[in-house]
């Protein structure tokens, strides 16, 4: 959890401080990323380097990827890893109610807490985040939300992402292509895009897959919970950022909200 709040934290301080454009941040992250993972995977014996194409899969990475950055232009660390993992979650419960899954009152209540808590943050007023980077944050939790529910189909997680990366290099340059004129760079920026693609993303991730194995699917998903307290926290010490009122409220109520839906699916599953 630690990994996935410090992109949201290297993000920030790349863009906030216009250390480098987000498109050269979210390609670079991405190739990064592919190269750590393919490394991972070499010292698997037997393992087959070449995945088949997914195309759901490669394009929530992207749009991921690509949102995620545009996002954290105008948006503070805690504030948009909020955003983020409570469209994930609020993504997730959408497709279990489609599968035909049955939640009981008091999860109802809970979704309906997390909701109002994402609508109260994202609200009009003096200390509301940015709306464009708020909608852009979300598109971005919606994506990483079916990526991950794409990932509970594969037979092995680390391979899948690492050809995953690999699809979406090209997509990613095309991206930095068509925004070549906002290209901007410094070896500070590409640093902090190698450390979130290579280290946050790429080994955070194949610690997370290793995590995976001891944790049923609800406790997975309540531990993820501690992203946005983890990276406010984060932005506090290390951006100088406030923590506001807003945020606040807005991260109890979504994120206890998350956390009684979670309580009772894994109720009903024990």
């Excluded at 009152?105 to 200390?127: C, E, R």
Aim: hydrophobic share 55%; charged share 10%.
């Amino acid at each position: 959890m630690v990994a996935f709040a410090a992109n949201s934290l290297l993000c920030r301080l790349a863009l906030g401080q216009e250390l480098i454009d987000p498109a050269s941040f979210a390609s670079i992250r991405v190739v990064s990323g592919a190269i750590t993972l393919s490394i991972l995977l070499g010292f698997r014996p037997g393992v087959k380097m070449r995945t088949p194409f997914d195309w759901r899969s490669v394009g929530s990475l992207f749009g991921y990827m690509i949102f995620f950055s545009f996002a954290y232009i105008s948006l503070a660390a805690g504030t948009g890893a909020l955003i983020l993992f409570g469209s994930v979650q609020l993504t997730m419960f959408v497709f279990a109610l489609r599968d035909g899954e049955h939640f009981p009152l008091l999860s109802w209540a809970g979704l309906a807490l997390a909701i109002a808590g994402l609508v109260y943050l994202v609200s009009p007023g003096v200390t509301a985040p940015n709306i464009s980077g708020s909608a852009l944050m979300t598109v971005a939790g919606i994506s990483w939300g079916v990526y991950s529910l794409r990932g509970r189909q594969v037979t092995d997680p680390l391979q899948a992402t690492a050809g995953n990366f690999l699809y979406c290099v090209p997509f990613v340059a095309v991206i930095s292509l068509i925004f070549l004129r906002d290209f901007n760079s410094s070896t500070y920026g590409i640093g902090l895009a190698i450390a979130s693609g290579a280290i946050a993303s790429g080994v955070g991730y194949a610690i997370w897959y290793a995590a995976l194995s001891g944790l049923s699917v609800s406790r997975a998903a309540i531990v993820q919970l501690s992203v946005p307290a983890i990276a406010a926290f984060g932005g506090i010490l290390l951006l100088s950022e406030d923590v506001t009122f807003r945020l606040l409220v807005a991260t109890v109520a979504t994120l206890g909200g998350v956390a009684i839906v979670l309580a009772q699916r894994e109720t009903r599953t024990n």
